[in-house]
């Protein structure tokens, strides 16, 4: 079955201490995004990649990492979280730019991070 | 003003009912996809369209590229329809999209 696997879907942490939430998808595709939601904003892109080792800043990077060493992975790094990056998170993977002709766009089951 | 706004913000009807959102885009974007977020949070693509019209079962998506606007109709809505509506648009030569801010649908049996 075609998916994006996110992990945790549930986490709770405390300010400060390193966390990681996984991404994988296994249809092969090039292009993956990091999205946040939250009330009254709406999804905003975090970071996204266009290939292995080929990433670049979306709308809010500030206070993530993202990294792209192999094509089906794609982790959000949180070196120092905060509690203004408690918001529910979105990975998405799409095979072609999300312009291309009936190009779909493929989103895990999001990870709600609260952060205390 | 945003780049994609929707309308309305929420929306109830009864059951059976021919439901319409819609969704009005900057210049710049060069498709339109129509996502649905059930209760539970996950996201579900539902259309792209860079021209013309869709049709997924009870699901039609058209728009109009002179007038920046895309509509999302639902036929014989079901309470299984009720859901978080959501457009996102991408712009030629970027690779995100940006979002309106979601139609909450619900469909009263």
């Known amino acids: 079955e075609a998916q994006v696997t996110q992990n945790p879907r549930y986490l709770i942490t405390v300010t400060g201490k390193k966390l990681t939430v996984t991404c994988s998808q296994n249809m092969n595709h090039e292009y993956m995004s990091w999205y946040r939601q939250d009330p009254g904003l709406g999804l905003r892109q975090i970071y996204y990649s266009m290939n292995v080792e080929v990433t670049d800043k979306g709308d809010v990077p500030e206070g993530y990492k993202v990294s792209r060493k192999e094509k089906r992975n794609f982790p959000l790094i949180l070196e120092s979280p905060s509690p203004n990056q408690t918001s529910l998170y979105f990975c998405?993977?799409?095979?072609?730019?999300?312009?291309?002709?009936?190009?779909?766009?493929?989103f895990g089951q999001g990870t709600r991070l609260t952060v205390v | 003003k945003n780049e994609v706004e929707q309308s309305p913000q929420n929306l109830t009807a009864q059951e059976g009912e021919f439901i319409t959102i819609n969704c009005s885009y900057s210049v710049g974007i060069s498709a339109l996809h129509w996502l649905q977020q059930h209760p539970g949070g996950g996201i579900v693509s539902l259309f792209m369209?860079?021209?013309g019209k869709k049709k997924h079962g009870r699901l039609i998506a058209t728009i109009n590229i002179q007038e920046k606007h895309s509509s999302l109709h639902i036929t014989a809505s079901h309470p299984r329809d009720s859901a978080v509506y959501i457009c996102?648009?991408?712009?030629?030569?970027?690779?995100?999209?940006?979002f309106g801010q979601g139609t909450r649908l619900t469909i009263n049996p």
């Open positions: 998405a993977s799409s095979a072609r730019k999300l312009t291309g002709v009936n190009t779909e766009a493929f």
């Open positions: 369209l860079s021209s």
């Open positions: 996102a648009g991408g712009y030629q030569g970027a690779q995100k999209l940006v």
